[in-house]
């Protein structure tokens, strides 16, 4: 790289830092900020950077590099456990956005083979957007995460497809090109052999080759092997005509087949992130200013039709795989702007003519516009939803999706029940442990898969929206004790908690939320109690941290009862014994021991450890006793168990719980 591009490198950088700072303070993600830095810092801007074509080759190893990270964080097994909404919600998905954009497009008097590929341009999302924006939400195994997550994976898969379709398009829309078919069967092979070929190297050559590589404890060496590994293949696709994407994909499930895959995908995102920075900061010079301007009302015009088109197509295939139509028209506002890789397609159509200059700009500002709203678009999805919901057009056609009349007739009896809400990790636990305690209970589940299955094994389980009040009066939302909401979804927590307080004012409400942050609010709401799962993590692994530390058991207890008793603020510290735990430990290394104190009045109290027969009826031996700033290390039989003594014992579970109530006070007896 001679000095003159190097420069305008830099210069890129620093416009980005800049201006990906000011996104940040608006909450815009940085992808946005890179395609705002490109058409700042571009020839149609400021005109800062002119080497713009050795700015794109650069680019395309971002390209490379994105692919071959998507390569690797597919699982085989996620494939399956999403099987459904991801081959046939996301087909649907694209194969409608084609059909509608191609019909639209043929309509407006493009040829065919241009309207298809305007259909292919507009059926991609964005999957580094909003990927990051359900994650930093925690809505990623809502519902609507789910069906989102699902179609954007098979929009990953069939971009390949696509790249490959371009030049087929290409040659098969004028009168001298050989047609598709041939083109598509010789493809087709070249897939295949490179896909055997694949096949064979993940099974027999690769292991082999990163397991020695791996043996140098070299990071540097590991690096390179991977980057290699990801090239070679890439430019071997190429060599055969086909994309470097495609190799470079290919090489990325290559490697997730791999023990070593997490760190060669740890080692790699540094760079992809580097590079598809180039790509978007590429793809925003790419922009004419001017052209925006002087054609401000057909790039509005386009903007709002794909954002239109694209949400009436997810929120259709929502309610085809049986979910509500909440659910469905959040995750039609999620994946209805345009997608990274419709860049990269669109810049192949303009080298192969399947795009016009004029088309291509439009394109470009529409896409920008519509990925720059996406962030608001999704964030404003509930609320949006819940109006929908609720109007009388909405009830009229959508009303059969709730619960029945036959299923509300079924819980007219009961009362006193518990109502689950969600039927994740958390409520299948809850429910068992219902069942168990004889405690009658009904579940409702918005996953209708999950219903069916659960259905047929006889649980108690219904399909439908919580965020319904009509919803909550047929499952007894009045009668009810206590109403239970573990779903992964915030906004519908709120919704589900107003609505329930409304119409149960004495019900127990108990919320799951993913933050603290989101605790207050929701007892604004009127819940009655918050579990913030962060919080609740914190405590055990503090809890089990303090305990590897040697620290009371009661003591502990105390602890986590300040802390919750301040209503989640850690303000007050308790002051813990730790002056002699490294003795302790110096005493007993690696021994598994519990610490327990003894109580004013409990039974050991005044004891010696031989008249407690802790070791002949309970088989917990005592390894050290800690009086004071004095430990005992290995007392004998006649050693006096005195109050606040410490006791740490060598026992099991069961045997610690069998006699641990003989280091309380008010036990009498053994």
């Known amino acids: ?262 760190s060669a995908l740890e080692g790699v995102l540094p760079f992809k992130e580097v590079f598809t920075s180039l790509f978007f900061t590429s793809v925003g010079m790419l922009l004419n200013l001017q052209f925006f301007v002087s054609h401000l009302p057909e790039v509005a015009a386009t903007s709002i039709a794909l954002v239109l088109c694209k949400s009436l197509v997810v929120a259709a295939v929502g309610l085809a795989l049986g979910y509500p139509l909440r659910t469905a028209i959040i995750s039609a506002l999620a994946l209805c702007q345009i997608g990274e890789f419709s860049f990269v397609l669109a810049k192949e159509g303009l080298e192969h003519s399947l795009i016009a200059e004029n088309s291509y700009q439009i394109f470009l500002a529409a896409s920008i516009l519509t990925m720059t709203a996406a962030p608001f678009l999704l964030a404003a999805a509930p609320r949006f939803a819940a109006k929908i919901v609720r109007s009388r057009f909405a009830a009229r056609l959508f009303g059969n999706r709730r619960m029945g009349e036959e299923e509300a007739k079924q819980h007219e009896e009961l009362a006193d029940h518990l109502i689950i809400i969600g039927f994740g990790v958390g409520g299948k636990y809850l429910a068992r442990t219902a069942k168990l305690a004889g405690i009658a209970y009904i579940i409702l589940e918005m996953n209708p898969d999950t219903v069916r299955i659960f259905a047929a094994k006889g649980e108690p389980i219904h399909h439908g929206d919580a965020t319904h009040p009509t919803v909550l009066q047929t499952l007894g939302v009045t009668r009810a004790r206590v109403l239970a909401i573990v779903i992964s979804d915030p906004a519908a927590a709120r919704g589900i908690t107003e609505a329930a307080r409304h119409l149960a004012p004495g019900l127990h409400i108990i919320v799951r939320t993913h933050f603290l942050a989101g605790a207050e609010a929701l007892r604004d709401l009127g819940a009655s109690d918050v579990i913030p799962e962060e919080f609740e993590a914190g405590i055990e692994i503090f809890t089990r941290v303090l305990a590897r530390y040697l620290v009371p058991r009661a003591d502990i207890e105390q602890f986590v009862r300040e802390i919750r008793s301040e209503n989640y603020s850690m303000a007050r510290q308790l002051h813990l014994p730790g002056s002699s735990l490294l003795a302790l430990q110096r005493h007993l290394p690696g021994i598994n021991v519990t610490a327990i104190g003894v109580e004013k009045g409990a039974f050991l109290d005044g004891l010696t450890l031989k008249d407690s027969e802790l070791r002949q009826k309970y088989g917990v031996t005592v390894m050290a006793i800690q009086r004071g700033g004095e430990i005992s290390a290995n007392p004998g039989g006649d050693f006096a168990v005195a109050a606040e003594d410490v006791a740490y014992i060598f026992a099991g579970h069961s045997a610690l719980n069998a006699c641990a109530h003989l280091f309380s006070a008010g036990t009498g007896n053994r």
């Open 1 to 262: 790289m001679d000095v003159p591009i190097l420069n305008q490198v830099v210069i890129i950088f620093c416009l980005s830092i800049l201006v990906i700072y000011c996104c940040h303070r608006i909450k815009v993600p940085p992808i946005v900020g890179f395609l705002l830095t490109g058409v700042v810092c571009g020839p149609y801007g400021l005109g800062l950077v002119s080497a713009v074509h050795e700015v794109e080759l650069l680019a395309e190893m971002g390209v490379v590099l994105l692919m071959f990270s998507i390569g690797m964080e597919l699982s085989i097994g996620e494939l399956v456990r999403l099987r459904k909404p991801v081959f046939m919600g996301g087909s649907l998905q694209v194969a409608m956005s084609i059909v509608i954009i191609a019909l639209i497009a043929f309509l407006l008097g493009q040829p065919l083979n241009m309207a298809i590929f305007a259909g292919c341009l507009a059926a991609l999302s964005s999957t580094a957007i909003i990927l990051k924006i359900l994650q930093q939400s925690g809505q990623t195994e809502s519902p609507h995460g789910r069906i989102t997550l699902s179609i954007l994976i098979f929009q990953d898969i069939i971009v390949v497809p696509m790249m490959l379709a371009v030049p087929l398009l290409a040659t098969g829309g004028g009168s001298e090109g050989p047609g598709l078919g041939p083109e598509l069967l010789l493809s087709g092979l070249k897939i295949l052999g490179i896909v055997g070929g694949g096949f064979l190297l993940a099974r027999k050559v690769l292991p082999y080759v990163l397991n020695m590589v791996v043996r140098t404890r070299s990071r540097e060496l590991f690096l390179i092997t991977t980057l290699g590994i990801c090239l070679a293949i890439a430019q071997l696709t190429s060599m055969l005509g086909l994309s470097l994407s495609l190799g470079a994909f290919l090489a990325g499930l290559i490697i997730s087949e791999s023990e070593y895959s997490h």
